[in-house]
T-cell receptor, first 113, second 113 residues
Framework: NAGVTQTPKFQVLKTGQSMTLQCAQDMNHEYMSWYRQDPGMGLRLIHYSVGAGITDQGEVPNGYNVSRSTTEDFPLRLLSAAPSQTSVYFCASKDRSMNTEAFFGQGTRLTVV | AQSVSQHNHHVILSEAASLELGCNYS??????LFWYVQYPGQHLQLLLK??????LVKGIKGFEAEFIKSKFSFNLRKPSVQWSDTAEYFCAVNAWNTDKLIFGTGTRLQVFP
């Protein structure tokens, strides 16, 4: 049981490049989300999804797109990377039942130069 | 909207000292509360959680937290810290009627031998 898997672990992009951060979970969780972690700011919610075909914005959605075509996958797209998007990105998933915890991936460290 | 405040940004302790990290949230309804820990270079791991019932909850590695509803607080405690507790600690809240998990800004704990 792999849990939540993120790829890649590290990535360097040039300003203006695009890329997709991958997230997959094998726990059949309906809820999936993306966070970015910056020093002194904790984890801030970028986008989330409550099921296939349903996505919504979190606290800091600008510059990021998401889609959810399957229950298992929730990719995060940067269409035109900016240095302000240098961060560590975490994907999380959880069951939508009332009393459940979220499970996190290992993170992707992204640097935009 | 729900929010979480962690007032201790950086805590430095000697081994065997007692620890208390503050967490306050703003949401008037029923909530689920969590503490996550992030060891250097690693992803987030669940330390403990509160859903309902006994307001004093025990987690892994000797940590405990107390939910005080009247104070909207969920403070983390450990009677005697160890060098291996050096990590960043995040409080998080999930309102009962939403799937979103909102994090505080985190507390960096350094424990010296």
């Amino acid at each position: 049981n792999a849990g939540v898997t993120q790829t890649p672990k590290f990535q360097v992009l040039k300003t203006g490049q695009s890329m997709t951060l991958q997230c997959a979970q094998d726990m059949n969780h309906e809820y999936m989300s993306w966070y970015r972690q910056d020093p002194g700011m904790g984890l801030r919610l970028i986008h989330y999804s409550v099921g296939a075909g349903i996505t919504d914005q979190g606290e800091v959605p600008n510059g990021y797109n998401v889609s959810r075509s399957t229950t298992e996958d929730f990719p995060l797209r940067l269409l035109s990377a900016a240095p302000s998007q240098t961060s560590v990105y975490f994907c999380a998933s959880k069951d939508r039942s009332m009393n459940t915890e979220a499970f996190f991936g290992q993170g992707t460290r992204l640097t935009v130069v | 909207a729900q929010s979480v405040s962690q007032h201790n940004h950086h805590v430095i302790l000697s081994e065997a000292a007692s620890l208390e990290l503050g967490c306050n949230y703003s949401y008037g309804g029923t909530v689920n509360l969590f503490w996550y820990v992030q060891y250097p270079g690693q992803h987030l791991q669940l330390l403990l959680k509160y859903f309902s019932g006994d307001p004093l909850v025990k987690g892994i590695k000797g940590f405990e937290a107390e939910f005080i509803k009247s104070k909207f607080s969920f403070n983390l405690r450990k009677p005697s810290v160890q060098w291996s507790d050096t990590a960043e600690y995040f409080c998080a809240v999930n309102a009962w009627n939403t799937d979103k998990l909102i994090f505080g800004t985190g507390t960096r704990l350094q424990v010296f031998p």
